[in-house]
Every structure is written in structure tokens, then in C-alpha cells.
């Protein structure tokens, strides 16, 4: 294959994916009678669709919302994981390799079985509508445990002998001593906690029905199916486009970083 | 305490696991014999669920309609993403910036991808159909044919993943040592024999991991029919995990809704099951 062919697939592949989202963020400036340009800056300039978007829906409340839930709960990702991994990867005990295949287990099993007995328990909790029900279910996951497991096991005995002899505690040296040295392991835990959770429609879906508790994804969800946007198409794009640009961001300053974690989950499975 | 110590450190996995996921998935087993709505009591009703299940028009539906979703999805998928890999595979000018390109779809939210594919498919004023009557050819009703319906959200899902699995493909095609194709041009192996007898069984491993993940996707598609057609035209995009959340959330069906999420779960591994040893046998 000629390099020229080569280059003129690839541009045109690329272009199918980059496209569509500056074409929506050129919609999102443009009045509805010009949406069905193919354009890449926006026709007859305007804020109008943001300024209503705002005035239907809380969107800064749940941006917010969002932000909290993202945050709180990747840290707790980082903490239970890293706790439990390291305890796997470091430590003797009866039950060590029960636990190990435990979690292998539970990373293969479909969400589908364990949905409704889990807004059951949301329920009987008294917990629907809290930031409880967004938190705790997703504050400790399989994978984070094994990606921390396999870095704890790549580090040397001697960096946690030599901690220890000088007194540390075990908290200590799974969080000061031998976090920095497995840091790509923390970032990959990070992103795709933090990706996962942003992006996450379905369970707030079920467990949220209280707006000001609502997190963006499922807002923007109830807007663009509820008929608040009154059919307009431009709106709903605009609502999509504030849900995309903070990930967006994200993924410009942290690129390499998303693609190798999101591989490295994929080859795992 | 330094004996216990390991088991406080795994204690928040435990408890979280026990509460999440082991007691769940008993339960689920007791809500398939039950009839209940939340509120009032819970009624045993023996297996009616299950008869039920079998007999229910839309349960099939779903499954039909997440099968067809499949035939597309997994090929394409497959298809584009290897060609897309073979592309990249070279060192090549700019390579950084085509993987993250393809990828950008994979990090941004199902919702954004469906409202936005939603214009795209349009009838009167979407994109796709403005380029297909610009060339001359008549309109596809990409969302309200019934026919058509979950083959557009197939094509859509298959837009929104690609990205990830040209990176899984690349790292594959990597590991085949390029000595076997110099032995192959020795020998004066086509393009072809070459793809077929080295590259094909080196990248088999991806192949299996691109046919399951993509499986588990199909059966766990909610958002994307949720917000383009809200299952419709006539259920045509019925996915399963919309009808359990119908089932649940409509009509507060939690036995029955516990029951389709159950068998489906159930079907989810025996596919994966299957197709372990279907597709490692096969290549």
C-alpha cells in the first residue's frame, strides 16, 4: 500500500471521529434553522442555546454534583484498593487466596443479577436520593485491587523492610512510602474511576430522582428524553456538549495516560 | 494485632463485597420466586416467573434484538478496528495523533454520543441522510424503520468503540515477530497467506478479547435505545437491560424484572463460555 493511500485513510478515519464532536460544538453556537449545516464554526453566532439550556435545567448544580461524586469516590477507589491489593500482594494469611479468587469472580459477573437487589438495598437503606446511593456501591472495585496487587508485587521487599525498621506503620508504607513508587498504577486507577463515574447514566437513573441530586450524565438524560427541550435539537446538543467538555479537557492534558488505561482494562478481562 | 492485621486491610472489601455483590446475587435467586412491587408484602409464587419468562413476547424481543445488534456490531468492529490497526502498525509520521483521534470517542459518555448520533440519523435534517440525497440516492429511515432501527445503533455503538479496540489490535499485531513475515517472503507467501497463517493466529488472543467484551456490551446496552428511540419503532430496539428497567421502574415488577436480569446474566456466561471455545478452536 502506497504511503499516500495510507495517509488519505487514516485522515479521512480520523476526520470521522474529530468531526462530529466539533460539528456539535458549532451547533451549539448556531440557531436552530442553521443545525443541518456541515459547517465547522458556528452560523449566525449566538449564546442563545446555552442561556436556555441554563434557564430549564439545574446543569451548574448537577456539574457540581457530578464533580463531588467523581472525586469522593475515586479517592475512596485509591484507598480501599490500595489497602486490599497490597494486603494480596505483600502479606501472608489463611484465606489470602480465597479473597484473590473471590475477586476474580466477582469481575466476571454481569451487573444484570445483582441491578434490582441493589436498589432494593438502596431502598431499604433509606438511601435513594442521597450521594450515598452514587458513592458507596462504586467506592471499591475488582479491578483497582488487581491493577494495585500486580504494582505491589513488582516492588521490592527491601523498600518496605527498610520502612519498617524505621517504625513505620503499615498505612504508612502502603501510602507514603510505596505509593510513589507506583504511580502509573494510581493514574491508571484514576482515570478510568473518574471516566467511568462521569460518564455513568444508568444507576443515578435508578436510585435518583430528586433533581438537585442528580449528576450530569442523567440530567442531560431526563432533558434530552423528558421533552424539556421542546423537540429542539440544538438545545439537547448543547446540553450533550457541556457533559463532553470537561472529560474532554481532561483527555487533551492527560492523552497517552487514558488510552493506556483503557487498554490495559480491556486486556485484562 | 500484627497477625490481624492483613484482615483489617482486606476488610472494606469484604464487608462491601458481602453487601454488593454476594448477597445480591442470593437474593436475586429469592426474587425469581417471588411476586412483589416494593411496597406491600412479598408473595411466593413458585416458578410462575420463569413460565412467564418463556412465554413473555418481549422478553424474546429483547433477545432477538440484542442477536441482531450483535451480527453487526461484533464483525464491524472487528473489521474496522484490525484495518484500522494494519494502518497504524508502521512507523508513520503523526501516528500519536490518529490513536488519539480514534480514541476520542471511547472517553466521552453514551449520552453525548446518542444525542449527537440522534441528529446525525436524523430523517428530514440529519447529516448522513443529507450527504445520501446530495449524491442522489433515496433517504434511509435510519431510526423509524423497525428493520433498520437497531442496526443504526449497532453501527452507532460501533463508532463510539472502535477506538479502543484499534489500540488492543495494535498492541497485538506487536507481538508478532517480524522475522515470521521475512521467513514468509522467503518462501514467496501472497499478502493474503501471510494475514491468514501468521497474523490471524498470532492476534487470535485480541480476536476472543474484542468478541467478548463486545458480547457483554450488547447484552449491557441501555442509554444509547434509552434516549434514540426509546426502544421503539414496535420494540425494535428493545435491549435487555431496558426491558428489566422497564419491567422494574415502569410497572414495579421487582420478581420478574430480578428474573430477566437473572436468566440474562446466566445467557451473558454461557456465550462467553462458548465463544472460548468456539473462537480459541477455531483460528
Given amino acids: 500500500m502506497s504511503t499516500f493511500l495510507r495517509y488519505f485513510l487514516l485522515i479521512l478515519a480520523a476526520a470521522s471521529f474529530v468531526y462530529p464532536f466539533v460539528w456539535m460544538l458549532s451547533a451549539s453556537l448556531s440557531s436552530e434553522s442553521e443545525l443541518g449545516n456541515l459547517t465547522l464554526w458556528p452560523v449566525g453566532f449566538t449564546w442563545a442555546n446555552y442561556v436556555t439550556v441554563f434557564s430549564k435545567i439545574p446543569l451548574g448544580r448537577a456539574f457540581v454534583n457530578s464533580v463531588l461524586v467523581a472525586v469522593i469516590t475515586t479517592g475512596l477507589v485509591l484507598i480501599s484498593g490500595a489497602m486490599t491489593g497490597y494486603a494480596l500482594a505483600r502479606l501472608q494469611f489463611r484465606g489470602r487466596n480465597l479473597i484473590f479468587y473471590l475477586i476474580i469472580f466477582t469481575m466476571t459477573l454481569p451487573f444484570q443479577i445483582t441491578l434490582i437487589p441493589n436498589y432494593i438495598t438502596m431502598v431499604k437503606l433509606g438511601w435513594v436520593d442521597t450521594y450515598f446511593a452514587l458513592i458507596v456501591p462504586f467506592m471499591l472495585n475488582s479491578l483497582s485491587i488487581l491493577l494495585f496487587r500486580q504494582a505491589f508485587m513488582s516492588l521490592p521487599q527491601a523498600l518496605i523492610d527498610a520502612a519498617r525498621l524505621d517504625g513505620c506503620g503499615e498505612l504508612r508504607i502502603i501510602f507514603q512510602i510505596l505509593f510513589p513508587n507506583i504511580l502509573p498504577t494510581v493514574l491508571t486507577i484514576t482515570i478510568l474511576t473518574f471516566m467511568g463515574l462521569w460518564n455513568e447514566a444508568l444507576w443515578p437513573l435508578i436510585v435518583i430522582r430528586d433533581e438537585p441530586t442528580m449528576t450530569m450524565p442523567q440530567l442531560v438524560t431526563l432533558f434530552s428524553v423528558g421533552g424539556r427541550a421542546d423537540g429542539q435539537l440544538t438545545v439537547k446538543i448543547t446540553a450533550a456538549v457541556m457533559l463532553a467538555i470537561p472529560i474532554i479537557i481532561l483527555y487533551l492534558f492527560f492523552q497517552r495516560h487514558f488510552i493506556r488505561s483503557m487498554a490495559s482494562s480491556g486486556l485484562k478481562d | ?283
Fill in chain 2, 1 to 283: 494485632m500484627k497477625k490481624l492485621l492483613p484482615y483489617w486491610l482486606v476488610a472494606p472489601y469484604v464487608v462491601h463485597m458481602l453487601v454488593f455483590v454476594a448477597f445480591p446475587v442470593v437474593f436475586s435467586v429469592v426474587l425469581t420466586f417471588h411476586r412483589w412491587n416494593i411496597i406491600s408484602p412479598m408473595e411466593f409464587i413458585g416458578p410462575d416467573n420463569y413460565v412467564r419468562l418463556f412465554k413473555d413476547r418481549l422478553f424474546w424481543q429483547a433477545l432477538f434484538n440484542t442477536f441482531r445488534f450483535l451480527l453487526v456490531h461484533i464483525p464491524l468492529q472487528i473489521g474496522i478496528a484490525l484495518g484500522l490497526a494494519e494502518l497504524l502498525n508502521r512507523t508513520l509520521r503523526g501516528a500519536a495523533f490518529f490513536r488519539a483521534a480514534f480514541f476520542l470517542p471511547v472517553i466521552v459518555s453514551g449520552v453525548v454520543v446518542t444525542i449527537l448520533w440522534q441528529q446525525l440519523l436524523s430523517f428530514n435534517s440529519g447529516m448522513l441522510n443529507r450527504l445520501i440525497a446530495g449524491i442522489g440516492l433515496p433517504r434511509v429511515a435510519w431510526l423509524d424503520d423497525p428493520a433498520v432501527a437497531m442496526y443504526s445503533i449497532a453501527i452507532m455503538a460501533t463508532w463510539k468503540n472502535v477506538g479502543l479496540y484499534v489500540i488492543l489490535f495494535l498492541v497485538g499485531l506487536q507481538t508478532v515477530p517480524p522475522q515470521y513475515y521475512e521467513a514468509a517472503d522467503l518462501e514467496g507467501a501472497t499478502n493474503w497467506q501471510k494475514f491468514r497463517y501468521i497474523t490471524l493466529p498470532m492476534i487470535n488472543p485480541t480476536i476472543f478479547t474484542v468478541v467478548v467484551l463486545s458480547t457483554i456490551g450488547g447484552f449491557s446496552l441501555f442509554i444509547e435505545p434509552y434516549i434514540m428511540t426509546e426502544g421503539g419503532p414496535l420494540n425494535s430496539t428493545l435491549s435487555a437491560v431496558m426491558y428489566i428497567y422497564q419491567q422494574a421502574f415502569q410497572y414495579y415488577h421487582m420478581g420478574y424484572s430480578a428474573t430477566l436480569g437473572f436468566f440474562f446474566a446466566l445467557l451473558i456466561l454461557a456465550v462467553v463460555a462458548i465463544q472460548k471455545r468456539y473462537v480459541e478452536q477455531e483460528i
